[in-house]
């Protein structure tokens, strides 16, 4: 960014893609605050409490080919008796697991902190209403017993653990029908996976088949995010997408707004593709196997006053013939948007580290970061050599801008005899310059190509900060401890109007309008305002921009200047 015409026009791009994010949080729908009452366990115990199902929440299936439909059986919508839950801890998850309808009601992401150096972890999953989220799953069936996710199952333990050493670990839960139908539904969790597999398994010892299908859905309330203030302003969550997600092989990633759902209700059958709710840095998703043509839907659950919002895997219906087993299938991934890794579980899973209209610049950005990390273990170093690659890939470029730069400051002298010819007549004066500037072939736009080819690379890589979990509360050196956060001393900001200071001084303001003159004069102080909230990285990124860009431009200038000196002599000769 080192000509001054090109500061306009970056601070004109930056201010109308801020004015556009505030808009679009400021004019969203927004949602009732939460009031759903939950039982207080008792003192000293540990236990959950999960609402009753509504009518929405249990889908409604239609007869397996080759049999009847009687009617769908109801369900009450008192709220359940709390339950102590199942723990399981591995190296990466400490998850709940509710008895009533085994779902995965808790997650703590052990990796990661909420705040750095502090003991409590993210959760992801919870029950607490104002951060309502879980993965529910169940059996379906027009004519047989089917445990929904209000079923109460039973378990051998209360606690489980993967032990040091050991590779798998498997919680079965157990469902009993006097008629002779059993379910165990096994979860099965592995080292170093946020993965969590799940076989829902029918044993029919009844005197008739059994009919049914399997489903698996998410539900939650949107976060409520702080958005006052400094504090709101600089709370990158607020710019992240919230929502729901689903991929199929023919659609391809898609979005589903909160917003969205009563307009745009999801409603698809699909086979090799996912269901998800994402937000920022995380998610769940539920994952059916790939050959298996499930029902995707959506829908908006209405409970004490309350929205929540709701993703659905409908399985295929299955016939299992009396002594005979049947099993379903799927897999729920919870935890970190980890570019590198999601897409071996799933395609198109690693789109849930959304940026948006920029993905086709920040996805090759995250990928060089990627490499470059590797090569320093610092993502601050890796930012700056993000840098110098682009520096070097744009250098000719560059190049020519300076030059062109350096020529119209050389004309400088040249430029002030016309203003003094001419005065006031601007059109004279415009006219006396165009053709001086054609005579001696500058070009006086040279310097906006450079600008508007890194414009989409700056808030390319501003998403890339903004989404890629990598780099959550990646410290740098020094007093960066977070590169995501701003500049807690707004030493990167200052200096970055330093470099903006001196690349003014190189940069020739003769024939300038005066106003646009005196807007430059501010474009140091304005920026280093906007930069001292953004990023660390990003500042950090544009800083060393600015600064190797000064540098070529003060080593072209010499030359040119230089060689100016030298002519001089023998032409007064």
Known sequence: ??????????????????????????????????????????????????????????????????????????????????????????????????????????????????????????????????????????????????????????????????????????????????????????????????VIGQRQQVDNQSAKAWTGNAYRQLQRVPLVLDTSGIKGYTNTSRYSFMGAAWYSPEEKFQKLAFDKFAKEPLDRKVSGGWIALLQHYFFAAWIPPADEADQFSSAEVKANGTTRYLVRSVSPGISIAPGATGDFSARLYVGPKLQSTLDDL?????????????????????????????????????????????????????????????????MQPRVAALKERYGDDRQKMNQAMLELYQKEKINPLGGCLPMLVQIPVFLGLYWVLLESVELRQAPFILWIHNLTAPDPYYVLPILNAATMLATQFLTPMTGMDPLQAKMMKFMPLIFSVLFAFFPAGLVLYWTVNGALGLLQQWIITRRIEGGSKAVVPAAGK
């Open 346 to 410: 799933a395609p198109g899973l690693a789109k849930t580290a959304d940026y948006g209209i920029f993905t086709v610049i920040s996805e090759p950005l995250h990928w060089l970061l990627s490499q470059f990390h590797k090569l320093t273990g610092n993502w601050g170093f890796a930012i700056i050599l993000l840098v110098l690659l682009i520096k070097a890939v744009f250098f000719k470029l560059s190049e020519a801008q300076y030059r062109s730069m350096a020529k119209m400051r050389k």
């Open 1 to 194: 960014m080192n000509n001054p015409r090109t500061f306009l026009l970056v601070a004109l791009f930056a201010l109308a893609y801020l004015i556009w994010s505030q808009w679009q949080l400021d004019y969203a729908p927004q949602e009732p605050a939460a009031t759903t009452e939950v039982v207080a366990p008792a003192a000293g115990t540990a236990v959950t409490a999960t609402p009753a199902a509504t009518s929405a929440e249990i889908p409604q299936v239609g007869p397996v080919k080759g049999t009847s439909a009687p009617a769908a059986p109801t369900h009450g919508v008192d709220m359940p008796a709390p339950v102590d839950p199942i723990v399981v801890t591995t190296d990466l998850l400490r998850v709940e697991i509710d008895p009533r309808g085994g779902s995965v009601v808790s997650s703590e992401l052990l990796a990661y902190p909420e705040q750095p150096k502090q003991p409590e972890r993210v959760r992801l999953l919870d029950t607490d209403p104002a951060h309502f989220f879980v993965a529910q799953s169940g059996l379906v069936s027009t004519d047989s017993p089917a445990p929904d996710h209000q079923a109460m199952f039973e378990a051998a333990s209360r606690s489980y653990t993967l032990a040091e050493g050991q590779s798998r670990l498997e919680v079965p839960l157990v469902w009993r029908d006097a008629s002779g139908i059993t379910v165990t539904k096994t979860f099965t969790f592995e080292r170093a996976s946020y």
